[in-house]
């Protein structure tokens, strides 16, 4: 059979409501660990503590662990009328099959756009970042230094090729880098108990000064950042075995898993600091308090440890990323939101053209920023992570109005939390996560602003280029219920 075939592997059974001859992933293939794989490596939990949390200790101190179980509860929060819609919804469409459920094909359409701009965004920042980092361990561990394009450029063409090859081929590399993340974690936190005692996990550092203060805003964004990949969870929907059951299962605990990573993590890291100094020492060295901390506690060997498992945590990231986004990509070409081509599928049963013209337009555009002289961090990481993360909030927000709509337009009233209560607070949440989005931006960029400001621009733009061609192609169907 031709690799990319219109055809896919056998499949599990269809859905009588399912348009015959409907293009589709394979299905019954994974269970709610391996879909809870996808979701958490794509969080990079292992980056996220060495990189996002001294941010959010220089602008929370002790309080930081509140702030990520604050952030989990919002998610949370959304997850309960989100999952109870997705009985309804079995589609690797993710937000843009929900939108089109609650507010109809046009507003999907305007929401596909600024999904497309959220993870190009995400993976352009994130890969520029992961080319830094690999450049420096490397020379740092032998001597050599090759360029940061280089390490982009050929691990951007593996995570390419491991997505195109299907499912079971990510899977079995992420197993070993979650595992890898979690236990040097674990053994930081270990060593930590064993220098400092149990006294490290104290409750004095939860203050409301510390949780409500100034830098509340900033440490809230930067903590809801480290659950962008929540999405994971439904997009592979049509390749999990009784989905009904899988994905509700699969989305808790990965939101259990990373929020309580997080704030354990934190928690022993701002205990064994010192409730008084964290916020000085995380200010004076956010790139390298992690790794003293852990080589003060165990040793050099750990120290190396987290350095090496950060680029590879970035590995399961991108690679999580990239499976997610190739199937976002899949379902809108079968929508008839984008070209019919992206809906082919290899003989494994995944979508390997989307998955590679994902990789291309990423490499395109990272390729454009870097030879043109942009700093990898300052610039590229910088403004598209920045912008990435506006666009993940913004669709978050139209996703709510569509839970809440879609509810109120069924009727659906059996339990008025799950579908009444939990979607308005989760609507006026994001309104209000958004509204500090735009305040902190500046601090996003790194306090670029400036041109980089102009960028969030795209996002209403390309909603509203979205939401014309969803007035110009009725024919979009995003709301076949694919089983």
């Known amino acids: 059979m031709n690799e ?45 503590v060495v990189g996002a949390s001294p941010v959010i200790f220089s602008a929370s101190g002790p309080g930081t662990p509140v702030i990520y179980v604050i952030a989990a509860l919002l998610v949370a929060l959304f997850s309960v009328g989100y999952l109870r819609m997705s009985q309804h919804i079995t589609n690797a469409g993710g937000f843009v099959a929900y939108i089109a459920k609650g507010l109809g094909n046009k507003w999907a359409t305007g929401g596909a756009g600024i999904a497309i701009l959220t993870y190009l965004s995400l993976q352009v920042g994130l890969w520029s970042q992961f080319g830094v980092f690999a450049q420096q361990l490397v020379e740092s561990l032998t001597g050599v230094g090759l360029p940061v394009y280089f390490w982009i450029v050929a691990v951007l063409a593996l995570t390419t090729f491991l997505t195109m090859k299907g499912v079971d081929a990510s899977l079995k590399v992420l197993g070993v880098l979650i595992l890898g993340e979690t236990l040097v974690v674990a053994a930081l936190v270990v ?41 994971a969870t439904v997009v592979f929907a049509e390749e999990a075995r009784n989905p009904r059951r899988t994905i509700p299962r699969a989305a808790y605990l990965v939101i259990a898993f990373i929020g309580l990573f997080y704030m354990l993590s934190t928690w022993a890291i701002s205990g064994a600091v010192g409730i008084d100094g964290i916020q000085a020492v995380a200010t004076e060295n956010p790139s390298g308090m992690i790794f003293e901390l852990a080589e003060a506690s165990a040793g050099a060997w750990l120290s190396v440890a987290m350095q ?33 081509k992206l809906s082919s599928v290899s003989s494994a049963g995944a979508p390997s053209f989307a998955g590679l013209i994902n990789s291309l337009v990423v490499v ?35 996703t709510s109005a569509a839970i809440l709509l879609y509810f109120a337009r069924s009727g659906t009233r059996d339990n008025l939390w799950v579908t009444v209560v939990a979607p308005a607070l989760s609507f006026l949440a994001f309104a209000v996560v958004g509204y500090l989005t735009l305040d902190n931006y500046d601090v996003l960029l790194g306090g670029a602003g400036g041109v980089a400001r102009w960028l969030l621009l795209g996002i209403p733009l390309i909603f509203v280029a979205g939401l014309m061609r969803g007035t110009q192609k009725p024919a979009i169907n995003y709301a076949a219920e694919i089983v």
């Open 308 to 340: 090496v498992l950060v680029v590879t945590s970035f590995v399961a990231m991108l690679l999580g990323l990239s499976n997610m986004f190739s199937r976002y990509l899949f379902a809108l070409g079968r929508a008839g939101a984008l070209p019919a």
């Open 191 to 231: 060593s930590l108990i064993v220098q400092k005692g149990l006294g490290i996990f104290t409750f004095a550092g939860f203050t409301g000064e510390n949780i409500f203060g100034p830098g509340l805003g900033i440490s809230l964004l930067f903590a809801f950042a480290c659950f962008t990949s929540f999405e």
């Open 4 to 48: 990319f075939s219109q055809t896919s592997a056998p499949a599990g059974p269809k859905n009588a409501g399912s348009p015959a001859g409907t293009v589709r992933l394979r299905a019954n293939k994974l269970g709610v660990i391996a879909i809870a794989f996808f979701a958490i490596a794509a969080a990079a939990p292992m980056a996220a």
């Open 364 to 398: 395109a555009i990272i390729s454009a920023f870097l030879l043109a002289g942009a700093d990898p961090i300052a610039t590229v990481f910088a403004w598209f992570v920045a912008l990435g993360t506006a666009g993940f909030i913004s669709i978050l927000l139209l």
